[in-house]
């Protein structure tokens, strides 16, 4: 789809809402990728090592961070706030939808976490 230096070391990739959205390792960007080969950052983390990336309801993401030990979640308006912090290395996350979990695996130590979402997602 496309290739640039730019991407930072693309991790996470879901397609949501009709347009493919990324977030990178190497950076702290969030992106939307156009399917011609385009791309912009419609937001930055305040830290990179940037995982997974999961849609919640509400039209909101999560993704983790590796630097910052946490997991966050972005808004429709591409606002970033802390969703679970303190995780040691936080790698690729899924969301539980039925059980509204965050499933959080915590790559260096070899295990995985399930946290409670809430509502307010």
């Known amino acids: 789809i496309v290739r640039d230096a ?5 991790n996470g ?8 959205f990324m977030v990178a390792y190497g950076g702290n960007g969030v992106f939307k990728l156009g399917r011609d080969g385009t791309f912009e950052v ?10 997974g990336l999961v849609t919640l309801p509400s039209r909101q993401f999560a993704f983790s961070s590796w630097e910052a030990k946490t ?8 606002n970033i706030t802390p969703l679970f912090e ?3 290395s936080p790698a690729d996350i899924g969301y539980d ?3 509204d979990l965050m499933l959080v695996p ?3 130590l070899d295990k995985v976490v399930a946290m409670p979402v809430g509502t307010g997602c």
């Open 71 to 78: 997991v966050f979640v972005m808004d429709a308006e591409h």
């Open 42 to 51: 419609i937001a930055q983390a305040p830290m990179g090592g940037l995982d």
């Open 97 to 99: 939808g039925l059980r």
């Open 86 to 88: 303190d995780l040691e």
């Open 13 to 20: 990739i879901i397609e949501a809402y009709g347009e493919l």
């Open 6 to 10: 730019a991407l930072t070391g693309p």
């Open 106 to 108: 915590l790559f260096m």
